[in-house]
């Protein structure tokens, strides 16, 4: 079965929450979260999640806005990015 995937990113001051704030908004979309990796450096927290994006109830680019905003509210920064554009960097 194939299916599509995004990479979320998330980097912001370490809060508690922010993982449960992220994977909600990905249910609340019907989008599956696959793989979750997270670090904190010192203060600083990162995490990339792959999620599954094949379900998704609302169109990609609204999904990026709304990790996008998600972010924002919760002074952190959120990318959401297409798996297409990955497999674009290793086109020539």
Request: hydrophobic share 50%; aromatic share 4%; net charge negative.
């Amino acid at each position: 079965a194939t299916y599509m995937r995004a990479v979320i990113t998330v980097v912001g001051k370490d809060a508690v929450g922010i993982l449960a704030k992220v994977s909600g908004r990905c249910s609340d979309h019907r989008v599956n979260v696959i793989e979750v990796t997270q670090s904190i450096l010192q203060d600083v927290f990162a995490m990339i999640m792959m999620v599954d994006i094949s379900a998704c109830d609302i169109p990609f680019t609204q999904l990026v806005d709304e990790m996008v905003a998600l972010g924002t509210e919760n002074g952190l920064v959120i990318h959401c990015m297409h798996e297409d554009i990955f497999n674009a960097m290793h086109t020539i």
